[in-house]
């Protein structure tokens, strides 16, 4: 139930939170390797500013920034490595001041496609606030950074 005063301007939103996802090429490799790359040199693949040489810890705050627009300060909140399952990945969670807003989630996955034996990167966002420019402009900056992502391991553990 919303309360909508008489002065309101519709449309009323009642759960701004939006979502973006994607899928990225990584190509043919391992799993090892790839974890094993992020380990080795996390800022030399993560294309964000602020990124640390070494993988996060949990909970570790990261004060990134990025295209000089507003402050992406995270923290990490979970890792996976599953073998098994050819799934690795990690969780980032905004924190106050964030320009998605506090509370944000994004999420990093490599997995390897059935099929096709060939590794993808996976990200998904649960953003908590709009974006002043607008979300589909927001989404349409944040793609070329997670492509870079995915192009910068690619190239990093030489897979073809």
């Given at each position: 139930?919303?309360?909508?005063?008489?002065?309101?301007?519709?449309?009323?939103?009642?759960?701004?939170?939006?979502?973006?996802?994607?899928?990225?090429?990584?190509?043919?490799?391992?799993?090892?390797?790839?974890?094993?790359?992020?380990?080795?040199?996390?800022?030399?693949?993560?294309?964000?500013?602020?990124?640390?040489?070494?993988?996060?810890?949990?909970?570790?705050?990261?004060?990134?920034?990025?295209?000089?627009?507003?402050?992406?300060?995270?923290?990490?909140?979970?890792?996976?490595?599953?073998?098994?399952?050819?799934?690795?990945?990690?969780?980032?969670?905004?924190?106050?001041?964030?320009?998605?807003?506090?509370?944000?989630?994004?999420?990093?996955?490599?997995?390897?496609?059935?099929?096709?034996?060939?590794?993808?990167?996976?990200?998904?966002?649960?953003v908590k606030k709009d974006f002043a420019l607008?979300?589909?402009?927001?989404?349409?900056?944040?793609?070329?950074?997670?492509?870079?992502?995915?192009?910068?391991?690619?190239?990093?553990?030489?897979?073809?």
């Amino acid at each position: 139930v919303v309360d909508v005063p008489p002065t309101a301007t519709y449309p009323i939103v009642a759960d701004p939170n939006w979502t973006y996802s994607l899928r990225v090429f990584v190509g043919r490799t391992t799993l090892s390797k790839i974890w094993n790359e992020l380990h080795r040199c996390y800022n030399c693949n993560f294309p964000v500013n602020g990124a640390p040489k070494a993988f996060p810890s949990l909970n570790q705050t990261l004060p990134l920034s990025l295209y000089g627009i507003g402050n992406f300060k995270c923290k990490l909140g979970s890792k996976w490595y599953i073998p098994e399952r050819s799934q690795a990945g990690f969780q980032y969670i905004a924190m106050p001041g964030h320009i998605d807003g506090a509370g944000s989630v994004i999420n990093f996955e490599f997995y390897l496609r059935p099929g096709d034996n060939n590794y993808y990167l996976h990200v998904s966002a649960l953003v908590k606030k709009d974006f002043a420019l607008g979300n589909a402009t927001y989404k349409a900056s944040a793609y070329p950074t997670w492509m870079k992502f995915a192009s910068n391991v690619r190239y990093n553990i030489n897979a073809g």
